[in-house]
């Protein structure tokens, strides 16, 4: 990833260009303007009035060498380019009238541009080098010099000049402090996504790693909870133990079934001797298990009946007399072993 201060600064850079061009085609179109009202409304057999247009042009041609500037990326020396012929221009306009003409109101234009186009000192130097242009202009002007005249425009310019310099300076900077802070509370950013994004990576092999294990521990309890334990060659034993639900029911069906559908037994022996009181749901569940059972070839024996659960074995109201009952497990294994297929 590109660091995001040179990214932002280059931005930067590109947005003054983007200004920079803005500025030199309007003042194109003015300079162009005003050159056409001295060529077709203007007596151009008096001298100050071509000396003007000559300034035009040559403001024209500046305009030109700064688009070219910008074009080969030196947004800097282009302003320059644009706003020296220009200070020029305004002098040689200028001291025909004095001070009071309107092309000292042009002065503002390139302290305040150079406050965003260029480094903030810029803005200092320009508003001196108007203030220079404002005392030549009514030193060199026709009017009648006067020192206390001359004085008071000084402080007059400077005053004017150097506040709009001092302003325009300052938000230039404060512009670029809330760039500057806004980099680095990206970068800030940046670097505490990645130690996020690390912990969240971090967290969630952990999590991960936790899931497997409490996944290996449901099937250690799953088969803990349904334990099928050899009791004789081919004779097993299923101890029940505490309550059973439909889902444990479910689950004790299906783990039984599969036990003896690996392990091949004559005889199972499903021990109720430690289950308490169940539903009639559950009930109806259990005898069908043992009717799987028997399909698969392997004789059910129930053993460790208690009068509650039988009770609940008869209120399903299927017919259980085919299943063999003993009162507890010795017995029950007696009659396994006993078998002729044993």
Known sequence: MADPL???W???REQRKRALRRILITGSSFIVLLILYYVLGVDLSV???QIALGCLFGILVAAGVSGWLVSIDQPELA???MFIPYFALILVVAIPVGVTSRGMYGLFIPIVAAALLLPARWSMIYAVIAVVIFV????LSPQPFSLNITILNLLFAGGCFGTAAATTSFTARRLRQLLKSSIEHSKALERNQTVLEERVQKRTLYLEKALDELQRSSETIRQMSVPVLPIAERVLVLPLVGSI???RAALLSDELLNTIYQRRPHT???DLTGLNTIDQAVAE???QTLSAVRLLGTEPVVVGLRSETVQALLDTGIDIAHIRTFRDVQSGLAYATSKPSY
């Open 6 to 8: 040179i990214a932002l």
């Open 10 to 12: 280059n931005e930067e």
């Open 47 to 49: 001298g100050r009035n």
């Open 79 to 81: 302003t320059h380019a």
């Open 136 to 139: 030549s202009t009514d030193l």
């Open 245 to 247: 639900d439909l889902t």
């Open 268 to 270: 199972i022996l499903i």
């Open 285 to 287: 569940s259990l005898v």
